[in-house]
């Protein structure tokens, strides 16, 4: 087999490819939920629709933190529901955290911790659309990427 070793920018280009992708998923997901379901949760003891996407929101600004090199806080697990509590304010920062992450991503090399990490992340973030996907259907909300 002559398996030919992926050159360092094709690595990159690829993982922001996917990075992007499930980002631009999540945007669009959280703009079809009208602002007075961002506090609705299907069940007792997990999170709304605002509390998934505070999570999201923080753990991509740790992705960019990261990929700049930068010590990264995982203190506090999602932004503060005090500070983000409107539709408008968790979409900005959703949206904010996600360029950022992009923008640090396509402008570090992707060592293999780098990638490791991105890797995981893409996969925590497919979850989260996953999960949204289904309170979406519980509302009656078809999500923008299964819509024909």
Same mark, same amino acid.
């Given at each position: ?5 992926? =050159?360092?920018?094709?690595?990159? !280009? ?9 980002? !631009?998923?999540? +945007?669009?997901?959280? @703009? =079809?939920? $009208? *602002?007075?379901? #961002?506090?609705?949760?299907?069940? +007792?003891?997990?999170?709304?629709? &605002? ?20 010590? *990264? @806080?995982?203190?506090? /697990? ?14 900005? *920062?959703?949206?904010?955290? *996600?360029? @950022? ?9 992707? @060592?293999? +911790?780098?990638? +490791? ?7 925590? !973030?497919?979850?989260? #659309? &996953?999960?949204?996907?289904? #309170?979406?259907?519980? /509302?009656?909300?078809? $999500? $923008?990427?299964?819509? &024909?």
């Amino acid at each position: 087999m002559n398996a030919k070793p992926i =050159a360092q920018p094709d690595v990159r !280009n690829k993982l922001v490819s996917h990075w992007e992708q499930v980002c !631009n998923k999540i +945007e669009s997901l959280a @703009d =079809a939920f $009208p *602002a007075q379901k #961002y506090d609705l949760r299907p069940a +007792e003891n997990v999170r709304s629709v &605002g509390d998934v996407l505070r999570h999201v929101a923080f753990w991509n600004q740790y992705v960019a933190d990261r990929a700049r090199g930068k010590k *990264a @806080d995982d203190s506090t /697990n999602e932004l503060p529901k005090t500070k983000y509590s409107s539709k408008a304010d968790v979409m900005a *920062a959703l949206k904010r955290s *996600a360029d @950022d992450a992009t923008k640090a991503l396509r402008t570090s090399l992707p @060592d293999s +911790e780098i990638a +490791e990490m991105v890797l995981s992340f893409v996969e925590h !973030n497919c979850e989260h #659309y &996953g999960q949204l996907a289904v #309170y979406a259907r519980l /509302n009656g909300i078809v $999500p $923008p990427a299964s819509r &024909g």
